[in-house]
């Protein structure tokens, strides 16, 4: 029977924490924040929570990549199908670090990164951006026929200006 690996945990207790208790992934190790004043049982108790608190977010951010890629296959069938063979994402996540895009892709390895930043904005302006990379796994630049296979999608158009909308609203300079 498959056993899952208890994650080595690492409790700090801080002085300056009164009631905040936090956990995050360093490497190997789960690292557990907890008040200094905790008693040995309050830190039992949390550690356990917060490793299923932990387990459950992780859960979440796995289940939302892989709608992502879910999606990304429904819009190449949709838009790309003619380039099927070019177009063939192996991982589409959404990130956190990608200052200044909106998406990337790496077609060498056919990844590609959606910034966290969309994730609030309508399905109509995610996929613009699904597509927008999809179609740089097939045309790396935006020269003439790259703009061709994303003007497939309807809202293209729209989508754009919305994110030129936002990108004036908030002073960032996207580069894509
Ligand atoms: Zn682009």
Redesign the pocket.
């Known amino acids: 029977m498959a056993r899952t690996r208890k994650p080595v945990v690492e409790v700090r207790r801080s002085q300056r924490r009164r009631r905040t208790v936090s956990a995050y992934r360093e490497g190997e190790r789960v690292v557990v924040l907890i008040p200094d004043r905790f008693s040995r049982a309050e830190e039992t108790e949390w550690v356990a929570r917060m490793l299923a608190r932990l387990a459950a977010r992780e859960e979440r951010v796995r289940h939302t990549d892989n709608e992502l890629l879910g999606r990304a296959h429904k819009l190449i069938a949709r838009y790309l199908s003619d380039h099927a063979r070019d177009v063939n994402p192996v991982s589409v996540r959404w990130v956190t670090n990608q200052n200044g895009r909106w998406g990337s892709c790496t077609p060498d390895d056919g990844t590609i990164r959606i910034s966290h930043r969309i994730q609030e904005m309508p399905d109509w302006v995610i996929d613009y951006v699904l597509l927008?990379e999809l179609a740089?796994l097939v045309v790396p630049s935006?020269n003439a026929a790259f703009w061709e296979l994303v003007s497939r999608y309807p809202k293209a158009e729209r989508a754009r200006g919305y994110l030129e909308g936002i990108s004036a609203a908030t002073g960032l300079v996207l580069a894509?």
């Open positions: 927008h740089h935006h894509d």
